[in-house]
């Protein structure tokens, strides 16, 4: 019962942020109200929606992909710099409630594939291949420096039971 309780606010939160962020700045977002919430509770809401914890990430503390595209691809009035741009956005926004709303494991590379496309994607796996190939190579000279200092050790202790 718990589960279709947060199933069902999560969606509603969803779908009251999907309405707000139709508009470019909170003021705006007042002058056209969700359905049923009155004058207290939609101030409430569109403080929640602007406020920059609700814009973060909770897990890493950043502010998500999505977010972070509107605010690179609108002016400061809040503007669509290109209508391509706001297509994209709305498609980006329209996977992420999806994302959030099905309640599944599906990995956040999985969601980065479908906003961004393979290329990007297949970029920052070719650069965490190489971040992980640079961490074994270290390894490696840690483990080599290791020995090393194993070796050392066990000749100076061989040293001084020889005096």
Same mark, same amino acid.
């Given at each position: %019962?718990?589960?279709?309780?947060?199933?069902?606010? #999560?969606?509603?939160?969803?779908?009251?942020?999907?309405?707000?962020?139709?508009?470019?700045?909170?003021?705006?977002?007042?002058?056209?109200?969700?359905?049923?919430?009155?004058?207290?509770?939609?101030?409430?809401?569109?403080?929640?929606?602007?406020?920059?914890?609700?814009?973060?990430?909770?897990?890493?503390?950043?502010?998500?992909?999505?977010?972070?595209?509107? *605010?690179?691809?609108?002016?400061? @009035?809040?503007?669509?710099?290109?209508? @391509?741009?706001?297509?994209?956005?709305? *498609?980006?926004?329209?996977?992420?409630?999806?994302?959030?709303? =099905?309640?599944?494991?599906?990995? *956040?590379? #999985?969601?980065?594939?479908?906003?961004?496309?393979?290329?990007?994607?297949?970029?920052?796996?070719? !650069?965490?291949?190489?971040?992980?190939? !640079? %961490?074994?190579?270290?390894?490696? =000279?840690?483990?080599?420096?290791?020995? *090393?200092?194993?070796?050392? =050790?066990?000749?100076? #202790?061989?040293?001084? %039971?020889? =005096?």
């Amino acid at each position: %019962m718990t589960s279709t309780m947060n199933t069902t606010y #999560r969606t509603h939160r969803n779908r009251m942020f999907q309405h707000y962020s139709v508009f470019n700045s909170k003021e705006e977002a007042l002058e056209h109200p969700y359905p049923d919430l009155n004058k207290e509770e939609l101030t409430c809401v569109c403080d929640l929606f602007a406020s920059e914890e609700f814009q973060k990430n909770p897990e890493s503390d950043e502010i998500s992909t999505v977010l972070l595209y509107k *605010k690179t691809h609108t002016n400061k @009035d809040g503007m669509w710099t290109l209508e @391509d741009a706001r297509e994209n956005f709305e *498609k980006m926004e329209a996977l992420q409630l999806q994302y959030e709303s =099905e309640e599944s494991h599906t990995p *956040k590379w #999985r969601f980065s594939l479908r906003c961004w496309g393979r290329k990007r994607v297949t970029c920052e796996v070719g !650069e965490a291949r190489l971040q992980i190939e !640079e %961490m074994r190579a270290r390894q490696l =000279e840690y483990e080599a420096l290791l020995v *090393k200092w194993s070796d050392m =050790e066990q000749t100076m #202790r061989e040293q001084l %039971m020889a =005096e």
